[in-house]
């Protein structure tokens, strides 16, 4: 319609016959599409039965007067235009002011809020014929604008003021939310590190301990085989050699002496092996695994006998030395001295670390092997956790990534927001 007032993307609703009992389906999207207006205008036919009908206008005057209560965001009910039409057809001027305050006085009562500005006379016939009429519709014209104008810039703030305060909470949220993707980020960077230091100690103790171990072994051995010399070279081992051997003839007493020695070496070994390793070299093998908080344990190391003669050789005995022994069997005393001290021959350092070596050996190794499959084992865990972690950072990052980005959308829409508001509060 070529009407100014109505361009600009202005809709007019208009329901007729919203009284009637059998249109209550249009006076319900009427009410449903109230929340949306602009200016709500009541078109009274006072020409009808006294105009403000208590039986059809006021039921619906007081039903769309409910109908605004907490659902109109940018219309007042004292906005509301009550327009008196077909005034052209009360001719008496004393009737005609009677009836307008009469009118009034019930508008009111109705409709508490109204403004009696806003209560209007109008001939919609008359309207562009006479000066009368001419002014009455140019008095309604501009008191609708006045409305419209009103409410139109009362709906551009609320919606500045829900797009103001949705950007504030969500410039808010969003860096938060990110300040929280950062500091997990930060963490979880302080947790890779714990675990690469772990990771970093736990592998060069490892190269430590293939590096080392072999010579702590080798010195262990010595250590055992020094200290197994000094006691087979003492009066007392002798004496404990000899005893019981005074009923032997002299012609065996070598072999009871062989015997004697035998038994009393590996009674040594089972004695002492454990509290040596335990006392001068647990400790240097812990400080290599220091890292790894792994407990050392060493079992009780026992061996049923010595190795025999054909494996070690030891204990063999030159045909010449037996024969030795005919030539002084008179002095039994220097005999059984000569025997010994010939078994002792056999028995250099060199002979007995071959003869340690096998048990401490063995049983060091085997403890070493325990403590390296529980080191490897410990740096395959770390390994397996640092890829959980790098996992968690490269979440987290994406999670990052898409914050920043949100959130230069959301500051853009800022800069867009700030660029309207000023538009609409110059």
Known sequence: MPVPMIQGNVTIVDTPGIGDNDQEDVARRMMNYLQNALAVVFIINVANAGGVQNDRLVRIIKHTRDSMTGQMFCFSPEDTLFVLNKWDSIEDDEENEEFFESTKTKLQTIWREVDDRHILKLSAIKALKQNIYKTMFANFKRTLQEVITKNKNKRVEVHLEFLKSFLEKYTDISSTKLEEAEQEMEEICNKRTLVQEELSKREKVKQQADKDLPRIIDRFLEVVTDN????????????????????????????????????????????????????SFIEKIRHRFSATGTRLRVDDWKTDSMPRESDTGLLKWNIWDRFGYFIDLINFDKCREKAFQNNLRQFSKGKLKENVSEMGTNVIENEITTLMKTLQKEIDTLKMKECTILEDYRKCDVKKVALMSLKKKISRLNASFIHIENMYTV
């Open 228 to 279: 197994l010399y000094q006691h087979i070279n003492t009066d007392d081992f002798k004496c404990k050699m000899f005893k019981g051997t005074e009923k032997i003839t002299r012609f065996y007493i070598e072999t009871e002496l062989n015997s004697h020695i035998n038994k009393e070496i590996i009674d040594w070994q089972n004695a002492n092996i454990r509290n040596i390793f335990q006392t």
